[in-house]
C-alpha cells in the first residue's frame, strides 16, 4: 500500500506522542520537568496546523517543483536516483538544501516571519519539534530547486524531505547530553539546543538538518557551554496559534507602512530580523533586548479551562488524523470548510487555556464552527443540531455574565431578546416555506439589537454612518430588486433600512465611547450586514461560490461580536419593588 505524506504523519502521531510520553515521565521521575500543558498543547496545535494547511500548500511544496523537473531538469536518470546511492546522494542535497533556507529563516525577515512559529516556545521537548509554520512552504521552494534542475524525481524528493524532517523529532530534548563524536558529525540534542537558545552567543547558529558538517563548512557552528535560554527576542505571549502564524508578518506590514521611503518599505522584508528603517524606529521605538528581562509565558488556567483543553484537544487530534488520511481524495472545497472548522477548534483551545474567554465562550465558537461546516456540507443532522446550540449558547452565556454582575439590566434584556429573536430566524429558516416568518424574527432582532446600541449615546449619534449604510443597503436592493417578488419586495426594503440602521447604530457608538467593546459590536454588526447581503444575493441575484459556508460564517462571527462585547454604559437594574404594606 502506497501512503501519502499525510498519512505517515498520521501513522507516526502515536510513536510522536509515545515518545512525549516517555521525556515526560523520565523529566518527573528525576525532578526536572520539561513539559508545561499549555505550552505543550499549543505547540501540538501548531503542527496539527500546519499538516492541515500543507494540503493547500502542496502546490508550493510539490506542485512547483515537479513543473521545473519536467520542463527544464538536466539529468533524468530515476535508475540513478532510486538505487541505494541515489537516494543518500538525494537526503545529502535536501539537507544542504535545507541548511540555506533554514538559515535563510534567521537572516531574513520575510523567511523569518514563516520560521518564527518553532521558535516561540520558551521550552525545549519533544512537543517542541510538532510546533511547526504553516506558512513556510509559501516561499520555502525556492531552495529546493536545484533538486529539480539536477534532475531529483518528484517522489524521491518527497521522501528525502519527510525523512529528513523525522529525523528532526528526537534532537528537541534537554535530557540527552552531548554525545562525543556523534556531535561532531550530526545534528543532536546538544546541538540543536543551541539553535533554539537567545543567548548572544547562541543567536543564529548550527541551521542542520541532519549534519551539523553544513556548520563547520559554513562557520555557523557553536558548540554548548552553557545554559540555554528559549524562545524568540519579542516574545509571542499568547496560545493562539493563528497569531502565532501571523504575528511577524503583521510587524513587517506595519513597519513597511509607516516607512517613508519606498527603498525601506520594501527592504523591510528582506533586512534580517530587528531591522527597521531610522524613522519608523525613531516614531515607534521598541525597547532593546536584555536578557536579565526574560520572563517565561505562565498565564493563570482555571481547572475548568484545563480539563476544557486537554478534552477538546484530544477530539480535535482524532479529527485531524482523519482529515489528514482522506485529505488526497476530498475535494479542496470541503477540504477548505474542514480547515476552517478545525482552526477554529484550536483558535478556542488557546483562547481559553491563555484565560482571553471562558469555557461557555469556546464551546460557541465550537458549535458555531460545526454549525457552519455541516450547512455549507448539508450535513442536515449535525446542522439542525448546531445551528440553534450557537445561539442557545449565547443566550446562556449573556444571561450568566449578567447574573454576576447582579439582576437583569434593560440592557441586558434587550441583548436576550435580539439572541432570542435570532435563534427564532434560526430554526424558521431551516424549515421549508417559513423564508418570510424568519425574516420577521430577524427584523424584530435587529429591532432590539437597535434599542439596546442606544445606551450611553442616544440614537444615530453619527449620521453620517447610516448615510453610508442606506447607501450601500440602498445599492443592494438595486441590485436585488428584480428577482424579488411582490411581497417580497416591500419586506426586504423594510429589512434593508433597519440592519443598515442597527449598522449606524453601532458604528456611531463606537465612534462615540471607543472602547474596544464598542469597536467589537461595530465590526459585528457589520459582518451582520455582509451576511444578510450574501444570502440575498444567492437566494435573489445569482448563485455564488461556497454562499453558504460564507452566510453562516459572517453571520456567528457577528452575533458573537455582538454577544460577547456588548456592554452597558449606564446599567440601570430592575431590582424588584417593595410591596406597600
Not at 117 to 136: E, I, K, M, P
Not at 161 to 172: C, G, R, S, T
Not at 201 to 223: A, H, K, P
Amino acid at each position: 500500500m502506497s501512503l501519502s505524506p499525510s498519512q505517515v504523519i498520521v501513522f507516526a502521531t502515536p510513536v510522536f506522542f509515545g515518545l512525549i510520553g516517555i521525556e515526560y515521565a523520565y523529566g518527573w521521575a528525576k525532578k526536572r520537568n520539561t513539559y508545561r500543558l499549555n505550552d505543550a498543547v499549543n505547540s501540538i496545535a501548531l503542527g496539527m496546523l500546519s499538516q492541515l494547511t500543507a494540503i493547500f500548500t502542496r502546490l508550493f511544496r510539490v506542485g512547483i517543483y515537479t513543473a521545473v523537473y519536467g520542463w527544464v531538469a538536466l539529468w533524468h536518470n530515476e535508475a540513478f536516483w532510486t538505487a541505494w546511492y541515489g537516494w543518500l546522494a538525494a537526503l545529502l542535497f535536501y539537507d544542504f538544501c535545507y541548511y540555506w533556507l533554514h538559515r535563510a529563516g534567521h537572516e531574513s525577515a520575510v523567511f523569518w516571519a514563516a520560521h518564527v512559529v518553532h521558535h516561540q516556545s520558551q521550552d525545549y521537548n519533544l512537543s517542541t519539534a510538532l510546533r511547526q509554520t504553516s506558512t513556510g512552504a509559501l516561499l520555502g521552494w525556492l531552495f529546493y530547486l536545484p533538486m529539480a534542475l539536477a534532475g531529483v524525481p518528484p517522489k524521491v524528493f518527497a521522501v528525502v524531505a519527510l525523512i529528513d524532517l523525522l529525523y528532526q523529532f528526537w534532537v528537541h530534548t534537554e535530557h540527552v547530553p552531548k554525545l562525543g563524536w556523534f556531535d561532531r558529525w550530526f545534528v543532536t540534542p546538544s546541538n540543536h539546543r543551541v539553535h533554539h537558545a537567545v543567548n548572544d552567543r547562541y543567536l543564529d547558529r548550527n541551521y542542520g538538518g541532519i549534519l551539523i558538517v553544513w556548520d563547520r563548512l559554513f562557520g555557523s557552528f557553536q558548540e554548548e557551554s552553557e545554559r540555554c535560554v528559549y524562545g524568540t527576542r519579542a516574545p509571542l505571549e499568547s496560545w493562539d496559534p493563528l497569531w502565532s502564524n501571523a504575528e511577524v508578518y503583521w510587524a513587517l506590514a506595519k513597519d513597511s507602512w509607516h516607512a517613508r521611503r519606498w527603498r525601506d518599505k520594501l527592504l523591510v522584508w528582506f533586512k534580517p530580523p530587528g531591522w527597521r528603517p531610522a524613522d519608523v524606529a525613531a516614531r515607534f521605538p521598541k525597547p532593546p533586548f536584555e536578557m536579565s528581562q526574560v520572563k517565561q509565558y505562565h498565564p493563570p488556567m482555571s481547572r475548568a479551562a484545563a480539563w476544557f483543553g486537554v478534552v477538546q484537544f484530544v477530539l480535535l487530534l482524532g479529527a485531524v488524523s482523519v482529515f489528514l488520511w482522506y485529505a488526497d481524495s476530498t475535494p479542496l472545497v470541503v477540504s477548505s470548510v474542514w480547515l476552517a472548522a478545525l482552526a477554529a477548534g484550536l483558535w478556542a483551545v488557546g483562547a481559553a487555556m491563555q484565560g482571553r474567554i471562558g469555557v461557555l465562550a469556546a464551546l460557541m465558537v465550537d458549535s458555531a464552527a460545526l454549525a457552519t461546516a455541516s450547512g455549507a456540507l448539508q450535513l442536515s443532522v449535525l446542522h439542525y443540531v448546531f445551528k440553534p446550540l450557537t445561539i442557545a449558547l449565547a443566550i446562556v452565556y449573556v444571561v450568566r455574565r449578567a447574573r454576576e454582575k447582579g439582576a437583569l439590566a434593560k440592557f441586558d434584556l434587550l441583548l436576550i431578546a435580539g439572541l432570542a429573536f435570532s435563534l427564532a430566524g434560526d430554526v424558521l429558516l431551516m424549515l421549508p416555506g417559513q423564508f418570510i416568518a424568519g425574516l420577521v424574527a430577524f427584523l424584530i432582532a435587529h429591532l432590539c439589537y437597535i434599542a439596546l446600541l442606544r445606551d450611553g449615546v442616544g440614537w444615530l449619534p453619527r449620521p453620517r454612518a447610516l448615510v453610508i449604510t442606506l447607501g450601500i443597503g440602498g445599492a443592494m436592493y438595486a441590485v436585488l430588486f428584480p428577482g424579488l417578488g411582490s411581497v417580497l419586495k416591500p419586506a426586504v426594503a423594510a429589512y434593508v433600512v433597519v440592519i443598515a440602521t442597527m449598522a449606524a447604530q453601532a458604528i456611531g457608538r463606537a465612534a462615540v465611547l471607543r472602547d474596544r467593546q464598542a469597536v467589537a459590536v461595530a465590526v459585528g454588526a457589520c459582518f451582520f450586514m455582509l451576511s444578510d447581503a450574501t444570502l440575498a444575493l444567492n437566494k435573489f441575484w445569482q448563485p455564488l461560490p461556497m454562499a453558504q459556508f460564507w452566510v453562516l460564517a459572517t453571520y456567528y462571527v457577528a452575533q458573537l461580536l455582538i454577544a460577547g462585547n456588548a456592554r452597558a454604559f449606564a446599567v440601570q437594574r430592575f431590582e424588584p419593588k417593595p410591596v406597600p404594606a
